[in-house]
């Protein structure tokens, strides 16, 4: 099971929303607004940015970010999509 970093559960409030360690396979979170889940986000085989520079430093990390940022340029400003929340909440 994911262990939801304290940034994270900082990054979903920010932009209103809650989330729990998901229930869905090889899923990170699920994302709920008013107690109703719209997404489940992030793969639980892959890294995130809060997992990156606690595991492989700061400078590693960043430029994961970027690299993620790029690859998902098109889906990731889509309010309310999964990568828009994955963005929001994994990646900042």
Known sequence: MYQIKPAQLSNAKAIGVTVE???VKN???DVFRNNK???SIGDI????YETYKL???LEFANKRRKAYRARH???????GTPSYF???????
């Open 73 to 79: 340029e098109r889906t990731r400003k889509k309010v």
């Open 55 to 57: 595991t492989k430093g």
């Open 21 to 23: 360690p998901s229930k």
């Open 86 to 92: 994955a963005s929001e909440i994994l990646w900042n």
């Open 27 to 29: 899923k990170k979170l």
């Open 45 to 48: 085989r892959y890294g995130d």
């Open 37 to 39: 889940k719209v997404a």
